[in-house]
């Protein structure tokens, strides 16, 4: 098949939630099928970006998504009248061009935030990959925001809502990346043609190259400008830690990842025991140094990849019902972690952990074989695949 494929992101360098189009885009390349890539960055994006994806893609074509792009965006919310032709629009009218004349036989579609992109490619059977279930993530966040915002966000939310709406009703076909997220968005009627394709993990690359565990040591890992990130970074920060130091003042808090804000610098600064990265070249180092990974996410939706990462990496992880949930196969299966939720229980089960790893208790060996059997990117690509067939056989609508 030939496949113009959307994204609100670009999907390199492989250190932020875009890393799933990568991934399939790839093993879409690998089983011979043609894709034409088309992302809404928000950032320059280099050669040695476009690479990896130019080695897999028929054309790469990236479109600046700028700050008043944003602004168009908060406008289209509030008075969709209102709006002016923006980089989503631009996107589509060369994906669309590019469609006619190659020709394209489907789209493949991700990002709430590049909807205006679709008009142009109407004629074509239609995937989205809805990923999370963003209105759900949104909507969790509202019970942790200022008074202030909560007005702001709930417009967010609705209009999120009414987009993912619409994908719903003009899709053929709907890929989710947990069950979780398919049941937050879609109805009985419509799961019939919804597919869980969740993320994978490279084992290969999520590797360790030690037998022990390491001492007293917390990690948590991810992009530290992203928003749910950002809270669950502050909340071991400033509830989950002090409670820890209390009964382990020896313990010591990874936070690894980019570009911390400044409520998250200014705290780390004031904290005892904490160690903000910023950018590292390599994650898995900070992995090995870990006793205990901790993922005490209040906000989100989705795969935590963070923690199937931490998992490949045979890291004991203490992860909130909400990290937690997205992991849960489509059977059921739940991932070999403690579930914890408040700083209280989840300050119990980092010292409980802590203190194993003090005892000499082994690498988790289960979380490596947990991912392995259940989130494999070959896989995805091959449901993606068999998704896309579907709405290509279906026919034109």
């Known amino acids: 098949m030939r496949v113009v494929y959307l994204t609100n992101g670009f999907p390199y360098p492989l250190t932020s939630g875009y890393l799933r189009h990568y991934f399939l885009i790839r093993e879409l390349a690998a089983a011979s099928h043609e894709v034409a890539l088309f992302s809404l960055s928000g950032r320059e994006v280099g050669p040695e970006d476009r690479a990896p994806l130019e080695a897999c893609c028929s054309s790469v074509t990236v479109v600046r998504a ?8 908060r406008l289209a919310t509030v008075a969709p009248s209102l709006t002016v032709d923006g980089p989503a629009a631009a996107l589509g009218r060369a994906a669309g061009e590019l469609a006619a004349r190659w020709p394209a036989d489907a789209v493949l579609f991700s990002g709430k935030r590049t909807f205006p992109a679709l008009p142009p490619l109407a004629g074509l059977p239609l995937v989205t990959d809805l990923c999370d279930a963003t209105s759900s993530r949104l909507r969790s966040g509202l019970r942790h925001d200022p008074p202030a915002k909560v007005p702001a966000h709930l417009v967010e939310w ?3 809502r009414r987009v ?22 879609v109805s009985t009627a419509d799961a019939a043609r919804s597919v869980v394709v969740p993320n994978g993990v490279d084992l290969d690359y999520w590797q360790r190259t030690t037998d022990r565990l390491g001492t007293a040591t917390i990690a948590f890992t991810g992009a530290m400008d992203y928003g749910p990130n950002a809270d669950a970074a502050l909340h071991l920060v400033q509830a989950v830690l002090p409670r820890v130091r209390a009964e382990r003042p020896d313990a010591r ?3 690894v990842g980019r570009d911390p804000g400044p409520a998250l610098r200014e705290a780390s600064a004031r904290a005892s025991g904490v160690t903000l990265t910023g950018t590292v070249p390599d994650v898995r180092p900070f992995l090995e140094q870990a006793s205990v990974f901790a993922a005490p996410l209040r906000v989100g939706a989705g795969i935590q990849n963070k923690v199937l990462e931490a998992l490949a990496m045979e890291v004991p992880v203490v992860a909130s019902p909400l990290a937690a949930g997205g992991l849960h196969t489509a059977d059921g299966e739940a991932p ?14 980092l010292v409980e952990a802590l203190r194993r790893a003090d005892a000499g208790a082994p690498r988790v060996a289960d979380g490596r074989r947990f991912v392995a059997e259940h989130f494999s990117w070959r896989r995805s690509g091959e449901l993606v695949a068999e998704a896309l067939e579907a709405a290509v056989g279906a026919g034109r609508p």
Do not use: M, N
């Not at 070999?336 to 089960?349: D, H, I, N, R, S």
């Open 66 to 73: 700028d700050t008043a792009s944003r602004l168009r965006r």
């Open 158 to 160: 609705a209009s999120v």
């Open 164 to 185: 993912e709406r619409a994908l719903v009703s003009r899709s053929s076909s709907l890929l989710f990346a947990s069950a979780r997220d398919r049941d937050a968005v």
């Open 253 to 255: 808090l990874l936070l």
């Open 336 to 349: 070999p972690l403690v579930e914890a939720e408040g700083p209280e229980a989840t300050a119990a089960a």
